[in-house]
């Protein structure tokens, strides 16, 4: 498999370097304009997203675009702050100059141009139900990590594990049916567990791309309940060579969070560099501070590439390292925490940033090339990844881990691109993966295992003038293989050799009814096969306070969702209007059936009861919705509201389905006044109701509604090397004592964070 996949990467790397040679050169030129004033707009963003080509307006507002293909369609993207963000195709084999008229916007949208589809597109004409996120609000979030930072989109929520670990969950999916994309490349880092967080730089992200709804016609399995797409920096102009520096310190849990990044691009060859690390104590909530749940980060990753005529192609590599203390038990009735002798833990010794059994170490490797090759009018891009995860949990010494996985995934993605007139927009691509889990501990939860998928696709979009249709298919086959294993005389694992195969589809539209109101529909299969625990668990879990029983009779999921969405976009107010259903065959759920229980041994020797949770299936319903109405009365004071629902149904009793986030109505406030000598200056507060979750299975308990009070300010500083920034993010104000429903710890006691103040600052340097 390693040796297909280089000579794969030589013989593109060859042919389309001989290639590139006779590849004609071309210019494009226009100029951006004031619509109203017809005054010129200099410090404009040109952008190109298929060919990675970006160039600025100059002072009489004129661009240049060099090195593109002599011919070709592409979407052109042109960005300018207090502007709305203007997208329009361009045919380079026409090369005709162009005049982009931008017009003023009180709104702050998000950005028009998706990616995350087989064609980058106008998000009015794509069908699918994507939220688009970007840097300055990821950074004002004030998150702890990558996925608390995006929590708060409507029908986003997270499987928490106090403030190191958070899972996706969208419309009440998660796991392994939320694919994370990261350099173009599928995440391989054991999603299955519960306290197994996404392995990325959250300092790295320019822009996140959330897909809800089934989206295995483009990615496959696991992407059943959606895709968070991790997008990088945009890569500088030519000429360029920049960098900034990050740095941000929270109270709550003393986290300080750094980032160093350089980046250039001289005459095509682009690179970039960064270096990340994090440190945070134990949280806490209330007077209380949860000990042992601190963490580290160390993380390095970089991109070297060529933009050039002929297309462009990108190798970035990264080395992602975490220690994360686990928490094994609660407060007692009083609200102390001991330790194993019995004494309380004091709050100073919860603040000691030395982590204590047990502990995770966590080191993710990835590399990915990302290529794209413009082949006459068509185009074809690639992705090869491989990623190493080496995951340890050390629970009776700081030397020796029990828990150790060793898990190493090839990943491939080819998609072709047919030429097209901008009204049939067709393509066709093939994914695989490859997969090697070993144990090198000499404690067990999953066995050793190897697994092989391949899928195919095939896709159709039809341009209308306001609005577009798309339909495709795809076939998809799994091969999962697990071992046996005898460990000191006992069986531990029995061997399975699994088979999976789907074929999924999807059909859909958007379509402008009226001036700025877009109607979208999507009706879409998707497929899911068991993952490795779902099939061959056996054992606990540190920090999941549970015993995990695999079952691997277990067959695949699959799912028919319907979408229907309608969004409004005008000059003082915008809606969106999402509502879905989704109906799951074979829904796989871990339950605690009968109270069952397993007496399982302590490091210090002692016995501890846990309960036993099994694999099991059933057919499943879910549907709901999410609102947003944002009105835009003056130019400086912004006013966002968003709800969000869904319900969860076992059909096999009509009983509420496991872990589903409860409903969340968010409010906020934000006033952007002029001040002079100063840009991009804002003051907000936000209001977030979680309500009752009332409805739980029978494992499960209920979870009270909660009220918290969110704030923040910020401001930038013009300076000959770029923008200053400083911003101040405060979470839970009113220090509220509160459970989230998908909180891991909730059934320990732990409450989630309390008052939380986040201080950071941006500084652009060259």
Do not use: C
Not at 406 to 433: C, H, R
Not at 629 to 643: G, P, T
């Amino acid at each position: 498999m390693k040796k297909i996949h280089l000579l794969l990467i030589i013989l593109l790397y060859t042919f389309f370097s001989v290639r590139s040679f006779a590849a004609g050169l071309a210019e494009f030129k226009g100029k951006v304009i004031d619509a109203e004033t017809q005054a010129p707009l200099a410090g404009a963003t040109i952008y190109i997203t298929d060919l990675k080509a970006i160039t600025n307006t100059n002072a009489q507002g004129e661009f240049i675009l060099k090195n593109v293909p002599s011919k070709g369609r592409f979407l052109l993207e042109v960005r300018y702050i207090g502007y709305k963000t203007h997208s329009q195709y361009i045919d380079l084999a026409n090369p005709v100059s162009i005049s982009v008229a931008l017009e003023t916007s009180i709104i702050e949208s998000a950005e028009v141009v998706i990616t995350g589809s087989p064609f980058s597109s106008n998000n009015k004409t794509n069908s699918l139900s994507v939220v688009s996120i970007g840097k300055d609000k990821i950074a004002q979030s004030g998150g702890t990590n990558l996925i608390d930072a995006v929590s708060k989109v409507p029908g986003i929520s997270q499987v928490s594990t106090g403030g190191a670990i958070s899972k996706p969950v969208i419309r009440g999916l998660g796991y392994n049916r939320v694919l994370t994309m990261v350099d173009g490349a599928r995440e391989e880092a054991q999603q299955w567990g519960d306290e197994h967080g996404i392995q990325v730089d959250q300092f790295s992200a320019a822009r996140i791309e959330i897909l809800k709804g089934p989206a295995s016609l483009l990615y496959g399995s696991d992407a059943l309940g959606g895709v968070i797409n991790i997008i990088d920096d945009i890569v500088p102009a030519p000429g360029d060579f920049n960098g900034s520096f990050t740095s941000t310190y929270s109270t709550n849990s003393g986290l300080t969070a750094s980032s160093l990044m350089l980046q250039g691009n001289d005459n095509g060859f682009v690179y970039r560099g960064r270096a990340s690390y994090k440190n945070a104590f134990g949280f806490g909530y209330k007077d209380a501070i949860v000990p042992n749940s601190g963490f580290n980060e160390f993380n390095l990753n970089g991109m070297v590439g060529l933009n050039k005529s002929w297309g462009y192609s990108h190798l970035s590599f990264s080395r992602f390292n975490t220690n994360i203390g686990l928490v094994e038990e609660g407060p007692d009735d009083a609200g102390n925490y001991l330790n194993e002798d019995g004494d309380v833990i004091s709050r100073s010794q919860a603040k000691d940033r030395k982590l204590g059994l047990p502990f995770q170490n966590i080191n993710h490797y990835r590399a990915a090339l990302n290529s794209n090759f413009i082949l006459g009018e068509g185009q074809l891009k690639t992705t090869f990844a491989y990623q190493k995860n080496l995951r340890k949990e050390f629970e009776e010494s700081m030397d020796e881990a029990g828990l150790n996985l060793d898990l190493s995934s090839y990943t491939y993605d080819l998609k072709y691109y047919f030429p097209n007139a901008g009204k049939w927009e067709p393509a066709i691509g093939v994914q695989g993966m490859y997969q090697k889990n070993v144990n090198e501990g000499d404690e067990f939860l999953i066995p050793d295992y190897s697994s092989n998928n391949i899928g195919a696709f095939a896709y159709l979009k039809r341009n209308f003038e306001k609005g577009a249709i798309n339909i495709g298919a795809r076939y998809d086959y799994k091969k999962i293989e697990g071992k046996d294993l005898n460990f000191d005389g006992e069986e531990v694992f029995n061997g399975f050799n699994n088979k999976f195969s789907n074929v999924s589809g999807s059909l859909g539209f958007a379509f402008e009814i009226a001036k700025n109101l877009v109607l979208k529909g999507n009706a879409g299969s998707g497929f899911r096969a068991p993952n490795i625990a779902e099939l061959g668990a056996n054992g606990r879990h540190e920090g999941t306070f549970r015993y995990e029983i695999g079952n691997s009779n277990l067959k695949q999921e699959t799912s028919l969702q319907f979408d229907l969405g309608l969004e409004y976009t005008a000059q003082q107010v915008t809606f969106g209007l999402n509502a879905y259903a989704n109906h799951i065959y074979n829904y796989i759920y871990p339950g605690n059936f009968n109270n069952e229980t397993i007496d399982t041994e302590n490091e210090n020797g002692s016995v501890e009861t846990l309960p036993v949770y099994r694999f099991v299936q059933t057919d499943a319903q879910l549907y709901g919705g999410e609102a947003s109405v944002d009105f835009h009365l003056i130019k400086s004071l912004h006013f966002e509201n968003s709800f969000a629902y869904v319900k969860g149904i076992n059909r096999a009793d009509d009983q509420p389905l496991p872990f589903i986030p409860a409903a969340t109505i968010s409010n906020e406030l934000r006033f952007e006044p002029v001040v002079k000598g100063l840009s991009d200056t804002y003051i907000k507060v936000g209001v977030s109701n979680v309500l009752k979750q009332a409805r739980f299975d029978s494992f499960e308990t209920q979870t009270n509604g909660y009220t918290l009070l969110d704030a923040g300010f910020g401001t930038s500083i013009q300076t000959k090397n770029g923008k200053f920034n400083v911003w101040v993010t405060g979470q839970n104000l009113l220090n509220k004592e509160y459970y989230n429903h998908l909180s891991r710890y909730k059934p320990a006691g732990i409450y989630n964070p309390g008052r939380n103040v986040t201080f950071g600052i941006n500084v652009p340097f060259m």
